[in-house]
C-alpha cells in the first residue's frame, strides 16, 4: 500500500517529483480547477450575500473520480498546487471532493521543484489558509460580476462575440488612450545643429548644441539654424570647459515576471505567452543527465526581487570560485521592491547556480536555453559589482550658444562582462549609466584649446508622436498602474487579441473600431468600475483579504 499521495496542479510536474520521491509516494495532477463557477450562466446569487454557485469543471469529472480512487489507497494526501491564491483554492477544492479536513496539516507549498524544497515542505506541511482563498474567490466573483452583467450588455447594444471584464477593458483603453494622442498629435518642427572640429591632435570630433542664453531651448526653424551656423562659422571656437568624473551603473534586479516577458520580447521576440509556457517548463523540470528530471528555475509568477538566504549564500560561493575579487561584492545587495508587489515569492532565479547555461546546453531545446541563460545571467550579474566609466565633458561657448560633447571610457566592465542591461531598462535602473552622447571617444583636450571646424550644419526634425503600446509595454504600464498581477498579464494580452479590440501593426497594438465603440460605452455609462483606479484599488483590497 502506498503510504502518501501528492496532488499538485500540472501533469508537467510528475515526472520530476516522482524521480526524487521515491516509492512510498504516488504523484497525481488535477489539471488546474476541477470546481469552478458554471461557463454558461450566472453562477453567483447577488441577492444572498454574493454566494457563489460552484460545479464540477465538466471535463475533470474523470480526474476526480481517480483521485478518488487513489486517495482510498493511500494513508497521508498532501496537496501540493501552485504557491499561490489559484493554488489555495484549488487546494481547497481538492479537499473538498477528497474529504480533506482543510483545517488538517494537508497542504504543501514550494518555491521550485527540487529535491531539498519538497522534502523540506513535506517536513512543514500546514492547514489551507482561508486568507488565500477568500482573496481568490473575491477576483473570481467580482470579475464574474463584471464580465457577465457587462458583455450581454454590449452584445445587446452593438455585436454578438464582445466582452468586458475588469482588466481586460482597462488594458484595451490604455490602448484607444494612446490611439486618441497619436490622432490628435500635431507635429512641431525643430532642428539639431552639430559641428564637427578638431583640435591641436588632428582627430576629428563632433559637438552638437545643447544650450541658447544659457537655457535648454530648441531651434524651430531653419531661419534660427541658419544664424545659428553663421555665428559657429565665423566663430573663434576655443574650449570653454573640460570636465571629468566617473559614473557608475548598476544592474538591474533579478526577474519578476514582468521584466522577464519584457527582456525576452526585446532579445528574443517571444509573446508574453510563449515566455510563460518556456518557463513553466524550466519551472517542471527538464531531464539533465545523471541528475534525471530537475526543475531549472524558481516560481516564475512572482512581482519580488527578493533573493532567499540559501540562493545568496550559494551565488556568493559561486562568484567566490569564478570571478577574481574586483567584479565581488563585500555585502550582498538588496533591491528596492516596487509599492504594492505581494513579496509572495521571491524572484525568478536557477535553482542551482552552478548549472549553468553551458553545462545546460546539451539538455536544453534552443528556446528553453534561451531563457534559462537570461534568467541564469541576469541573477548572477545582479550580485557583481558596477560597472564604471569615465566620462569627460567638453563646451564650447559661441556667443551664448553652447556646443557641448561627452566621452565614455569604461574604466571596470562590472557585471556587464555577463549581462548586458536593454535601453529601455536602462533609462529606469537607479543609478546613472554612461550617457547615450559620449559614446564617440575624445582625443585629449585642454580648457583654451583652440579648435579648427571642419564643418557644421543643421538637421530638420518633427517631434514625434507617442508610441503605440507592445505587449512588453503594455504589461509595464499595467504593473506599473497596479492592474492584475504577474499571473494574468499573458492572458490580458491574449484575451483583447482574441476578442479582435486590437490587431499588431509593426509589432504594437492597433485598436479596433470595436474598441473605441465599447470603450465609449463603457467609458460613459460604467466609469467607476471601468478605470485603472478601480481596479489597481480592488488589487490592494485583494491583498489586504490576502
Known amino acids: 500500500m502506498t503510504k502518501n499521495l501528492i496532488i499538485v496542479e500540472s501533469p508537467g510536474k510528475i515526472k520530476t517529483l516522482s524521480k526524487f520521491l521515491g516509492k512510498d509516494f504516488v504523484v497525481e495532477a488535477s489539471k488546474g480547477h476541477v470546481i469552478d463557477l458554471p461557463p454558461s450562466r450566472f453562477g453567483v446569487s447577488t441577492e444572498n450575500g454574493f454566494v457563489p454557485d460552484f460545479h464540477v469543471v465538466k471535463d475533470r469529472k474523470e480526474v476526480i473520480l481517480r483521485l478518488q480512487k487513489v486517495a482510498r489507497t493511500v494513508d497521508r494526501i498532501y496537496l501540493a498546487p501552485d504557491p499561490d491564491r489559484e493554488g489555495e483554492a484549488i487546494s481547497w477544492h481538492l479537499a473538498n471532493v477528497l474529504n480533506i479536513d482543510p483545517m488538517s496539516a494537508c497542504r504543501i507549498t514550494f518555491n521550485s521543484i527540487t529535491r531539498e524544497d519538497v522534502l523540506k515542505s513535506l517536513e512543514q506541511p500546514r492547514n489551507i489558509d482561508f486568507a488565500l482563498v477568500n482573496a481568490q474567490q473575491s477576483r473570481r466573483i467580482l470579475d464574474r460580476l463584471v464580465g457577465y452583467r457587462l458583455s450581454p450588455l454590449l452584445w445587446q447594444k452593438i455585436c454578438l462575440g464582445l466582452s468586458a471584464g475588469r482588466v481586460q477593458s482597462v488594458a484595451v483603453a490604455l490602448i484607444c488612450q494612446r490611439e486618441k494622442e497619436i490622432l490628435a498629435f500635431k507635429p512641431e518642427e525643430y532642428w539639431t545643429i552639430t559641428a564637427d572640429v578638431k583640435g591641436d591632435k588632428q582627430r576629428k570630433f563632433q559637438l552638437k548644441l545643447v544650450k541658447l542664453a544659457g537655457r535648454k531651448s530648441t531651434v524651430p526653424d531653419k531661419a534660427s539654424a541658419d544664424a545659428i551656423l553663421a555665428r559657429i562659422k565665423t566663430a573663434d571656437l576655443r574650449i570653454t570647459t573640460v570636465s571629468s568624473r566617473e559614473r557608475r551603473q548598476t544592474p538591474p534586479p533579478p526577474f519578476i515576471t514582468s521584466t522577464m516577458q519584457a527582456e525576452a520580447a526585446q532579445k528574443f521576440g517571444f509573446t508574453p505567452r510563449r515566455t510563460m509556457s518556456v ?31 540559501e540562493g545568496l549564500s550559494e551565488l556568493k560561493d559561486f562568484l567566490k570560485e569564478n570571478f577574481s575579487a574586483e567584479y565581488r561584492l563585500e555585502h550582498a545587495r538588496s533591491f528596492k521592491m516596487k509599492k504594492g508587489a505581494q513579496d509572495a515569492h521571491e524572484a525568478i532565479r536557477p535553482t542551482s547556480v552552478h548549472r549553468t547555461p553551458e553545462s545546460m546546453a546539451p539538455f536544453l531545446k534552443p528556446e528553453l536555453l534561451k531563457l534559462y541563460s537570461l534568467i541564469w545571467k541576469r541573477y548572477v550579474a545582479s550580485q557583481m559589482a558596477d560597472a564604471r566609466y569615465n566620462v569627460v565633458t567638453v563646451e564650447v561657448d559661441v556667443d551664448g550658444a553652447i556646443l557641448q560633447t561627452a566621452g565614455t571610457t569604461m574604466i571596470f566592465d562590472g557585471f556587464t562582462s555577463l549581462y548586458n542591461v536593454s535601453k529601455d531598462e536602462d533609462a529606469e535602473l537607479e543609478a546613472d549609466g554612461p550617457a547615450e552622447e559620449g559614446k564617440q571617444k575624445l582625443p585629449p583636450l585642454e580648457k583654451g584649446e583652440a579648435l579648427q571646424l571642419c564643418s557644421c550644419g543643421g538637421e530638420q526634425h518633427f517631434t514625434a508622436p507617442p508610441p503605440r503600446y507592445s505587449e512588453s509595454s503594455l504589461i509595464k504600464t499595467l504593473e506599473k498602474e497596479g492592474i492584475g498581477r504577474p499571473s494574468t498579464y499573458a492572458t490580458i494580452v491574449d484575451t483583447i487579441q482574441q476578442r479582435k479590440y486590437v490587431r499588431k501593426v509593426d509589432g504594437r497594438f492597433q485598436p479596433s473600431d470595436a474598441a473605441f465603440v465599447v470603450n465609449y460605452i463603457l467609458e460613459k455609462c460604467f466609469s467607476d468600475i471601468i478605470n485603472p483606479g478601480f481596479t489597481a484599488s480592488m488589487e490592494n483590497s485583494l491583498d489586504r483579504i490576502e
Not at 543527465?289 to 530537475?294: A, P
Open 279 to 309: 518557463a513553466q517548463k524550466l519551472y517542471e523540470g527538464v531531464e539533465v543527465g545523471s541528475e534525471g528530471q530537475v526543475g531549472l528555475i524558481t516560481y516564475m509568477r512572482t512581482d519580488s526581487v527578493r533573493i532567499a538566504p
